[in-house]
């Protein structure tokens, strides 16, 4: 069975930075476009960023562009999500996805992703 399991969220201050980790196992790894979604409190899950299957092309909502960066290394099974300047409003579970090769929607769309993590949470504090 799949697994996506993410790895470096917690609390931080507001202005600091965290990495999370997603580690890949039992799929093809480099098939598959990887993507960051976030689910703050009282809130719908939302899209924060993706990244193509091999690295070339990443999206990013336009909430965190310059401040998150997303990653891969296909050799570990392994996305990453470098999250700097962070923000209270930042604070969330964050969900790693895994979008097939064949998904007839775009990156910025959960639907088109079909495996997911369990979250990691990361709280920032003002």
């Known amino acids: 069975q799949v697994q996506l399991v993410e790895s470096g969220g917690g609390l931080v201050q507001a202005g600091g930075s965290l990495r999370l980790s997603c580690a890949a196992s039992r799929l093809t790894f480099s098939t598959y476009a990887m993507a960051w979604f976030r689910r703050a409190p009282g809130k719908e899950r939302e899209f924060v960023t993706a990244?193509?299957?091999?690295?070339?092309?990443?999206y990013y909502a336009d909430s965190v562009k310059g401040r998150f960066t997303i990653s891969r290394d296909n050799a570990k099974n392994t996305v990453y999500l470098q999250m700097n300047s962070l923000k209270p409003e930042d604070t969330a579970v964050y969900y790693c996805a895994a979008r097939p090769p064949n998904s007839a929607h775009v990156m910025t769309v959960e639907d088109g992703y079909n495996y997911w993590g369990q979250g990691t949470q990361v709280t920032v504090s003002s």
């Open positions: 990244i193509s299957r091999i690295g070339f092309n990443t």
